[in-house]
């Protein structure tokens, strides 16, 4: 049996591609609460309050996609290892092992998954100080929820070749992933095609997270589905649009795994599991269309667009 090509210990930062990078800078920056730290003609990089150099790169392109989801890895060393595996695996690299040239800087490669999703894997990347935890603003990403065809390919991919664990089932519809403690740091979603579904900033405190959909509501901005509590990972949830149409989500109290006692369950997909709290009342289709979103052609596509371009 293989080994996993490398340990994950966190998210660290995802990449979307937007329709609507210019808006999308000013929503997530002066609305969402994050902060720009670099940004030039097509791209923009902002952090939380957390102690990331960026959490989340906004890309220009003509349709929404997924850039890439990076995860830190403590060291370069092991990414020269996770490289090696991955070759004797013959699992398709687009970039590294090698000294990484973008904001943020660090070490790192980039692989693609079986659906053409990328993925990075990075150390050493640069320091910035953390800001604390006084204001109502997402201290970072602490999950991505993609859509699959294949959601037992998927899981299978992520657990064998990233070493991912899967923490709950949401009956044979969705696979919850952690790669630390936290219930997720993954989830996947079977889906018609393949896309981003959301991505969820973490909030410090139940308090914090209310209070951020506040300053939205003050924005004139009301949640797409939210307030609630979700059953899997006990974590709150609060869904809204980007000016792209993509779906972000604050969140708070992550369930936290004791790797040792852990047991995955199969949630049933009733009302009363969806919401703990009862407050949300069920996905409407609009929320449900935003988390479809378009069907993403993956690497190799974008790939090869380059390459003819
Ligand atoms: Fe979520």
Known sequence: ???????????????????????????????????????????????GTGDQHHVLQLTAAERNGLGRISFAISTPAEIDEAARRLDARGIPMIQGPGAVDDAGGGYGLRLVDPEGRIVELIADTLAVPDLGRGDAVPVGVTHVVLNTVDIDAAVSFYCDVLGMRVSDWSEHQMAFLRCNSDHHSIAFNQAQWASVNHIAYEMPTVDHFMRGIGRLRHHGILPLWGPGKHGPGDNTFSYFADPAGLVCEYTSGIAQVDEDRWLCRVWRRVPELSDLWGTAGPPSKQVRDHMAGIPDPGAFELHDLERVS
């Open 1 to 47: 049996m293989n080994q996993p090509i490398a340990r994950l210990r966190r998210l660290r930062s995802v990449e979307l591609r937007t329709h609507a990078r210019s808006a999308s800078t000013d929503f997530y920056s002066e609305v969402w609460g994050l902060r720009v730290v670099d940004q030039g003609d097509d791209a923009a990089w902002l952090r």
